[in-house]
């Protein structure tokens, strides 16, 4: 493997649990990914499937106590982040990895200037001067699309709308030019015009800079029109890590079907909208076998027997199903699906 | 912002004004009649009206009223019905020196409070944390006057490094100054902690951790503005408790201030005198609370005065 191809981040078996009283919450129960420069990896799965709480433990923010990475490693480029001190963790930090949280309202500090938020970082990794990064700052602001940005660099959040908000977000994330930018659902609380130039902005910073992409969302719109590869995730597994293009022509966990089937379509005339029945099973008492079987049209004796693996197909995507494996009897037809 | 400062203060004119009525009219309504007092007793009945005469009390109240507002107009306050010596004149001496007081016991209420509130919301449910906040329930429970003494005791009497009483130099300042910021420190930590709490889980404290930033300075810079902002309007109620608690830290460690110059006056039925005091309290309370709008609006910009 040469040097372009060796990923800059690898997640291996990566086990984030929050023990509270009501028992241990396996949230994120073993996951692997890996990413590469340039590349823009999308995770999708229902809210609570442990998408946000994978992010947040790449750069190890996740509150503790209750959360705690519990097992598996994060490396990148070759350290692992889950042993790293500290100290060192926080030079990653923002200016290695950079994060884009998914509420711009909430997520900038109400009483301190937007410029001064985004000249704190430089000043901190980049050992700017106060001018310097000031400077610096408001040229992020332009980069991101924000009119007349020395102004606005000035203004406290409350100034600035949900669009602008994001988009100094994006700045702040960008503007020690990071190799990983992990965005958790950055564009779900915009307006969908918003929504395409927010997108079309990382899409265009990150040919610039070249680095890589976690895209987090639940809208497959989104993953369609940025990721490379994605991640689906289902009650804390991944249950199908596959290119974009595998995803969304021949998807082959059942609950990948199931996302899809349920969009809605432009072009056929639809009595209701395709739902997937059932719930996810609580995180404090994950069942013994598949935790997609008693959602599954497909359900064997099997699936809830024992816990399938994810493992790597033919054509080089990988799924978390019995039914890509020998022990598959494949006896239950399915005549209701179709 | 200088804007704001002049319509705020415009706005505080109906208050003092709402101030010299209730404190005219409650005035009269406690027992004892003035005159009958400096007449003293076994005065004969035509004395005591003489002296009601003198002093205008036989007039309908409120022209007395009328004539008391026009007085402080003219920044005429009266003479005091006990020595005729005019108010404003007894004010003054009295005035600076409850000033200093309350000004060191609100700073030890802000340092104090602020600072053990910090402490205990930076590790909270540990032992520094529980410590502290026991202080904290302690100080609220403890009795100024009860406090004030058992202070006077141990630093005074047995230790014998601070002085007991009286007002001479700076020594003397940090008993009863302690006495009295003690309870609202105590308020102020808890306030503190609570609102730190608050603060340190919303988003915007994980931005600035995903930042890479220092733990010091995201409690110093990002969460602590913003803990602050309710921490403000408790230190501006906390000054208006003080200033009541004045009346009783004076009299315990025995200093001419503006609340004993009160307590006295109460005592003698010297209207005028009580008066004047009332209002003068009353004003630095107005101004103090002018004060933690200004602060309020520069902490928090989004707040705009309707």
């Known amino acids: 493997m040469n040097e372009k191809n060796k990923p800059i981040l690898e997640v291996k078996g990566l086990k984030t649990y929050f023990t509270t009283k009501r028992g241990v919450s396996k949230a994120v129960d073993g996951i692997d990914f890996t990413l590469h420069k340039g590349e823009t990896l999308g995770i999708v799965g229902e809210s609570g499937c442990g998408k946000s709480i994978t992010s947040l433990s790449i750069l190890r923010l996740i509150p503790s106590p209750p959360g705690k990475i519990a097992g598996g490693s994060i490396l990148f480029k070759g350290n692992d982040l889950v042993t790293m001190s500290e100290n060192e963790m926080r030079k990653v930090r923002g200016n290695e990895i950079s994060m884009i949280f998914q509420e711009p309202m909430t997520s900038l500090n109400p009483v301190i200037p937007v410029g001064e938020q985004i000249a704190e970082a430089l000043r901190l990794h980049q050992k700017m001067g106060r001018r310097e990064a000031w400077a610096k700052s408001v040229e992020m602001l332009k980069l991101v699309g924000i009119p007349s940005p020395e102004k606005r660099a000035k203004q406290e959040p409350f100034q600035l709308s949900g669009g602008m908000r994001q988009r100094v977000m994006i700045a702040m994330a960008l503007a020690c030019t990071p190799e990983v930018l992990i965005a958790d659902e950055p564009t779900t609380a915009l307006d969908v015009t918003i929504q395409a130039q927010i997108l079309a902005l990382i899409k265009d910073l990150q040919t610039k800079i070249g680095m890589g992409v976690i895209m987090i969302t639940h809208d497959l719109g989104v993953v369609a029109e940025t990721c490379d590869k994605v991640a689906v995730m289902y009650a804390g597994n991944i249950v199908e890590h596959a290119t974009t293009e595998q995803i969304f022509a021949n998807p082959k966990h059942p609950y990948t079907q199931g996302l899809l089937a349920s969009l809605p379509k432009i072009y056929e005339d639809q009595e209701e909208l395709r739902t997937i029945e059932g719930s996810v099973p609580s995180s404090y008492n994950m069942p013994a076998g598949c935790r997609f079987a008693s959602r599954c049209p497909y359900q064997e004796a099997i699936c809830t027997a024992q816990q399938p693996e994810l493992v790597e197909q033919s054509d080089g995507s990988k799924v978390r199903c019995w039914k890509y494996t020998e022990q598959w009897t494949g006896q239950v037809e399915q005549e209701e699906v179709v | ?306």
């Open chain 2, 1 to 306: 912002m200088l804007m704001f400062i002049i319509r705020r203060l415009v706005q505080t004119v109906p208050v003092i004004i709402g101030v010299t009525f209730v404190v005219f009219f409650i005035m009269q309504l406690v027992p004892g009649d003035p005159a009958v007092l400096l007449a003293g007793e076994g005065a004969s009945k035509d004395t005591i009206e003489a002296i009601r005469e003198q002093l205008g009390l036989n007039r309908p109240l409120y022209v007395q009223y009328f004539d008391y507002l026009m007085n402080l107009a003219n920044g005429d306050f009266g003479v005091s019905l006990k020595n005729s010596q005019p108010v404003l004149d007894e004010i003054l001496v009295r005035l600076p020196i409850t000033l200093e007081l309350a000004l060191f016991s609100i700073l030890i209420t802000i340092v104090l409070g602020m600072g053990a509130g910090i402490i205990s919301a930076v590790k909270p449910y540990s032992m520094q944390d529980v410590g502290v906040m026991l202080v904290a329930l302690i100080g609220i429970s403890l009795p100024s006057f009860w406090f004030g003494l058992m202070l006077m005791y141990f630093f005074s009497v047995k230790l014998q490094i601070l002085p007991v009483a009286g007002w001479d130099s700076l020594l003397h300042v940090i008993l009863p100054a302690l006495t009295l910021g003690a309870g609202g420190a105590a308020i102020v930590a808890r306030m503190t902690r609570s609102s730190m709490l608050d603060v340190i889980r919303q988003d915007y404290i994980r931005t600035a951790r995903a930042k890479g930033l220092r733990e010091r300075l995201i409690i110093y810079k990002h969460a602590l503005r913003n803990a602050l902002i309710p921490v403000i309007t408790v230190v501006g109620l906390q000054f208006g408790a003080l200033l009541g608690g004045t009346v009783l830290v004076e009299s315990i460690f025995a200093i001419n201030g503006l609340g004993r110059m009160i307590v006295d006056a109460i005592r003698m039925r010297d209207l005028p005198m009580v008066q004047g005091g009332v209002l003068f309290a009353s004003l630095i309370f107005v101004i103090v609370n002018l004060f933690v709008d200004v602060f309020y609006r520069f902490f928090n910009k989004r707040i705009e005065l309707n």
